[in-house]
């Protein structure tokens, strides 16, 4: 089974969200950079999946050269080999049509993404690769289990999940409990520098929703504090000053 | 020429959040002169609930009635809405966010080429270019998108607009969806779904807990909190991760985002992973014994005090108040 996993390379979920250049750039100075939380889930179950078929594993990023940390990270976990789109990832159409020539080239079995970035939050690049393919696409999917051609999966609907069942090859949006993240060791850091990074060009530089500027959320006020031998008091500021109740 | 709208339904009764989409709609084919707002729904439900739309602003709802399509088959679903795109000869599809709206909207934005822009805030300003404002970073910061296609989808935010409720009925009209077996390669076994409950994505009001709750058997006063004030129930990450609670109720960077009118969180840190998933909110209660605890940082009102003596104390005043 070849599997494809594709990841973010996204600031740490505790950086500190600022911009520069009269607010129309992210600025990132002092930040961290990690795995997508969700690609991380896909990762860790495609980890699983290669190990059980003694199949082939290969990540992919749309991003400029600073996301080789981030693959070589995703190399460590346990991917076969990485492949890199050479290009500032502009919008998910953009993305979604890199990854989705590439793995039709790569002929994949099983595509796995997370649910969403956690920078654009979009949760659309898994649909739009599974409609640019004519592949089905699932999200966000909280189980799989691959048996043959059969995939076996649940997917988290409000309130409750359904179980699905699909055949390969289909492409998952991920997200926990689908697997437990996995930390890399010392072995896989080691093998991880010697395993490929491909850098490959862009297929198209289409556009179609960029983002053009930039802002923060208003400052939030200092809260109210209430005794805790007076609640009653509380229920009075929520209904007659919060207005909420 | 005219908006359509996706819109969503849970046990035969329209969604809340795809009627904030109608309502949206609404105002925007108000602001561009896009004419009517059409809504599409699919799957088996009353006529009496689809004219029912009318209130939040549509002139007339498209019903594509076929009961293969109760189930939330994604596919089936992209390629029914598509059909109903071309068919009415809109520009603009809105849809509110959701599980199946956003797995919808993904493929569609490709079947009809589209400009998708997701989590959308409030109204595109449309007077030069196609602006819209988009909640990201997890709703830690804005970006206003520039939209640049012809056909434009937006998936929007709950709350992104007050809900319209003085339209006139709808009008029904059913449409023939055709269908492909191919839309139906995947099948829903089956659908576990907590019933009667407010559903968390959806609520106006969410009552939560952490850890400091300390195991499942101590959730009585919440769920005793959440009946009285009709709130959904929800959790920070640890608690769902214990098992304490279902997955479905975890909310934060890598659960449920919510954005109720009121969240009240108790024995909950306010780690900035969980706040990513509330921040939304627009009022946040914080129940700690920690004075230190970061929530207070992030909340409009707050006890310091522990929640095994708050909370049952609290809910007596509910009580007497509501
Ligand atoms: C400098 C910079 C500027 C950016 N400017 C914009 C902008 O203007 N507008 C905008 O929409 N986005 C912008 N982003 C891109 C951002 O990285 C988004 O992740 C990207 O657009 C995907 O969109 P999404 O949030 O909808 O992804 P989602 O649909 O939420 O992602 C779902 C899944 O798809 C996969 N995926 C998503 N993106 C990638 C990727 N790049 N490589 C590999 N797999 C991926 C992952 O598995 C992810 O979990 C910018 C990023 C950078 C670094
Ligand atoms: C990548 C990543 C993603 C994450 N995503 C999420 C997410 O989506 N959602 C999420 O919630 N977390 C998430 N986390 C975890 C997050 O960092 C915190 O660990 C978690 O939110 C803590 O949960 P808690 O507040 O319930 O528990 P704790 O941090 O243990 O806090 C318990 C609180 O209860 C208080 N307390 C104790 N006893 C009482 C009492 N008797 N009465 C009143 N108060 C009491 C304590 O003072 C304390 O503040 C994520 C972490 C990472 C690294």
Redesign the interface.
Known sequence: MKILVCITHV?D??SK?Q?TADNTKFDSTGVQYIIG??DDYALARAVELRDQASGKLTVMNVGEADSDPTLRKALAIGADDAIRVNAAPK???FV?QQIAHYAKEGAYDLILMGRES???????????V???LGM?????V?KLDVDGSTVKMA?????????????LP?IAGC???IAEWKIPNMRGIMSARTKPLNVVEPVSQE???????????PA??A??????DN??E??????NE?K?? | MSILVYIEQ?EGKVKKTSLEAVSFANALAAQTGEGDVIAVALGTIGNEELASVGKAGAAKVLHGAESKLD??V??AH?SAVAQAFNLVGAKTLVLA????G??????L???IK??????VVELPKTDSGY???R???????????????ENKILAIKKNAIDLKQDGAAAQVETFDVALEDADF??????????TG?V????AD?VVSGGRGLKGPENWGMVEDMAKI?GAATACSKPVS?LEWRP??EHVG??GVKVAP??YIAIGISGA??HL?GV?SS??I??INKDPDAPF???????????AF??VP??NE??K???
């Open positions: 600031p979920t505790t969200i911009f939380p969700y919008d998910s159409y979604a956690i920078d654009f939050n979009g949760g659309m690049v898994h649909g739009m599974g409609e640019l089905p696409s699932f999200s966000p909280m997917r988290e609907i409000e309130g409750g999940k359904e179980m699905l069942e699909a055949s289909l997200q926990e409990p556009t179609q929703a960029e983002a053009s500027k930039y802002e923060l959320p939030k006020g809260v109210k504090l209430v005794d805790k609640v009653a509380l229920v009075k500021l929520l209904k919060a909420v109740l | 849970a189930a939330g994604i596919q992209a966010k959701s599980s199946l956003d797995a919808v909207a993904a493929r934005a490709i079947k589209a400009g998708l822009v997701s989590n602006l819209v404002k909640s990201i970073y997890t709703g830690k910061a804005f970006a206003e998108t520039s939209v640049t296609t390669a995947s099948k829903i076994t089956s659908t576990e779904r907590a409950d559903l968390l994505p959806e009001i004030l991760d997955h479905h960077q890598t009118t009121l900035i992973q990513a921040n627009k009022c209660v914080v207070f940082k992030a909340a409009d009102y707050g006890i310091v005090g522990d003596e708050v104390k609290l005043a509910l007497a108040e509501l």
